[in-house]
């Protein structure tokens, strides 16, 4: 199983964010030159974080982004569940599309199906806070002010 880019920048996203003191706003602009990521990538991440309810947005001069809830409640398997936009390991995971030949007689879905169900279920055990217990390493690396942490 492999992410898409789109749930890993935003895991990343909430990792910078959880790294900070709670109510310190983050710019877009400071995660982006952090991580080396697009800044537009990145808008459309923290957009959908919001409509999600993961992060606040404050609008205007000054504005910016923070954590909408405690680490403690971020879920990353529910995360990856809200950002992730296909699951469908192989053809056959769409039954819409599907036309493989075999389908009938193959246990490879079956197989395949445990091992995302696991996969999915290993993140279920982690919340955000599981990733933030180096605070100060995670802001030094990522460049925030230690005043912030």
């Known amino acids: ?3 898409t880019m789109y749930t890993d920048f935003s895991l990343r996203v909430l ?9 310190k706003l983050s710019t877009i602009q400071a995660i982006s030159d952090a991580y080396g990521i697009s800044k537009n990538h990145l808008m459309k991440v923290t957009h959908e974080l919001g409509k999600l309810g993961y992060i606040d ?3 205007g001069r000054g504005g910016g982004i923070r954590l909408a809830m405690e ?3 971020i879920n990353i398997g529910q995360v990856v569940r809200h950002t992730e936009d296909d699951f469908h390991l192989v ?4 039954c ?3 036309s493989c030949a075999i389908t009938s007689v193959c ?3 079956a197989a395949l199906r445990l091992a995302l169900n696991a ?7 982690y919340t955000l806070a599981d990733f933030l217990h180096q605070k100060h390493k995670l802001a030094d690396l990522l460049f925030i002010d230690a005043q912030d942490v």
């Open 1 to 3: 199983m492999r992410m």
């Open 119 to 125: 996969y999915l279920q290993v993140l279920d055990g």
């Open 91 to 94: 053809e056959c995971f769409d």
């Open 57 to 59: 947005t404050v609008r």
């Open 15 to 23: 990792i910078y964010l959880g790294a900070k003191e709670k109510d």
């Open 71 to 73: 680490p403690e409640a």
């Open 96 to 98: 819409q599309t599907n």
């Open 107 to 109: 246990g490879l879905r």
